[in-house]
């Protein structure tokens, strides 16, 4: 069967073409390197509508060492640092799936600080300037850009552990032990977690077991326990020896305690 087009008169089609194209909007000041914008000092918090920002030869160049899955939509600032510090420049809080690449240079001779999706850490040097784009990397799946938001502060410290552990614990029937204390935790974790290991001499075999739970980081300190299932045996009355760490990691940084002890374990009741 034959295919025919509706025809539609000329004057009419332009009319109706013309009426249904949307005004094309103009990139961003900052869309390239030259038009890249000052960040006076730190901390700093920037917005803007990346919705219409484009790409070029120069991004990709920073992209040769870093291999961000898509480089769309970039916007550029340029900070100069006053003093030698850990910084951060945060995009999270973007309305997209943002990415973020700091580089000292200049096109054709960056040397690239840093770049990460969401949020980057660098060691900034006094009196030295740094690029930084902000880019779509696609991660959520579509779009080009949208609300950015580019935090530029120092990285904050790792989580603050505290972990004890009791002098004495429980062993069960079935050759288990049971170890307890009080651990705190205190800061912005992704995650945190407890590990022990216990380690018993019985006769001429040393038995040697280990465990593991998640931890809430809210700084409230709170008890724990665990059962330690023996790997090689299984754990009698008397001494043992056991090392406890408490971690947790933040978005740059881990936060370690840790117990070294001599426990005394008892029949369970």
Known sequence: MKLQFLA???????????AAAPASAAPPDNDTYAGRIAIPSFPATLTQDTSEATTD????ELNGTCGAPAMDASVWY???ATENATLVADVSKSGYGAGVFIASGSPGSFVVQACAPRAASWSAVAGQTY???VIDDQSDGGGNGGAMQLTIDEVP???ALDVTVNPTGQFSRTGSAIISGQVSCTGAADFA???AELTQQVGRFK???AGGAGLTCDGVTRPWSMEIVGSNGVFKGGEAASVT?????????CGVDFEERVILLSGRK
């Open 57 to 60: 030869a120069i991004d990709a």
């Open 157 to 159: 410290p790792p989580p």
């Open 131 to 133: 690029a930084i784009a």
């Open 245 to 253: 760490f408490a971690v947790a990691c933040g978005m740059f940084a």
């Open 193 to 195: 977690f407890l590990n």
């Open 8 to 18: 539609i008169p000329f004057a009419v089609a332009m009319t109706v073409l013309g």
């Open 207 to 209: 038995i040697t077991g």
């Open 78 to 80: 340029e900070f100069t």
